[in-house]
């Protein structure tokens, strides 16, 4: 049984460009979430998808956006990327809507995305 | 602001013994998860106690939690070196509708 895997593993961009990484949920699951963690600190809330729709979204410019394809995967879109937007992104997935309040969140490896 | 904040920011001890960490927070939860994560990559999930809950174990880890107080504590026993790595607590619940993650305790055990 696969956990949750990310794509890539390592990304290099300069300041400007557009990234999109992926994020395959562990089987059975219908969430996912995606955070951000910069160095030294926790994991920051992006958004979360359910039913291919963005469900609850935290403190993040419209530069950041999603999608949830039917097979539950789901992707993250950063565009404009700033030297600030540099940090490991995670993925999460769990069950149902409140997924994340009542059930446990397995989360992937992650992407580090380093921006120049 | 953060919903967790994890006490202590960085715990060194040596390889057998035990660790505590704990969590406080602000708001009203539904439940509080705590996560142990190696250097640069993924978390790993240890352990969820709802709040209607008061004391959990998995192996040698055991995780309180008051409400009234609004904290959870995490104690591993017997510690060894494979421990080290960092610990977050994140908490949900329904207003917020997400799991809001503290900055974390570095724990160190040495060998």
């Known amino acids: 049984d696969a956990g949750v895997t990310q794509s890539p593993t390592h990304l290099i961009k300069t300041r400007g460009q557009q990234v999109t990484l992926r994020c395959s949920p562990k089987?059975?699951?219908?969430?996912v979430s995606w955070y951000q963690q910069a160095l030294g600190q926790g994991p920051q809330f992006i958004f979360q998808?359910?039913?291919?729709?963005?469900?609850q979204r935290g403190n993040f410019p419209d530069r950041f956006s999603g999608h949830q394809f039917p097979n539950y995967s789901s992707e993250l879109n950063v565009n404009a990327l700033l030297l600030g937007d540099s940090a490991l992104y995670l993925c999460?997935?769990?069950?149902?809507?409140?997924?994340?309040?009542?059930?446990?969140?397995?989360f992937g490896p992650g992407t580090r995305l380093t921006v120049l | 602001s953060q919903q967790g904040e994890e006490d202590p920011q960085a715990l060194s001890i040596q390889e057998g013994e035990n660790a505590t960490m704990n969590c406080s927070y602000k708001?009203?939860?539904?439940?509080l998860q705590w996560y142990r994560q190696n250097s640069g990559r993924g978390l790993v999930h240890l352990i969820l106690?709802?709040?209607?809950?008061r004391e959990k174990h998995s192996g040698r880890l055991r995780v309180t939690l008051d409400t009234s107080k609004k904290s959870s504590s995490l104690l591993i026993t017997a510690s060894r070196a494979a421990d080290t790595a960092s610990y977050f607590c994140?908490?949900?619940?329904?207003?917020?509708?997400?799991?809001?993650f503290g900055d974390g305790t570095t724990l160190t055990v040495k060998p």
């Open positions: 994140a908490t949900g619940s329904t207003n917020a509708g997400k799991s809001t």
């Open positions: 708001t009203s939860i539904n439940n």
């Open positions: 106690i709802r709040s209607n809950e």
């Open positions: 999460a997935s769990s069950t149902g809507l409140a997924g994340a309040l009542q059930s446990e969140q397995f």
């Open positions: 089987s059975g699951h219908d969430t």
């Open positions: 998808y359910y039913e291919e729709e963005e469900r």
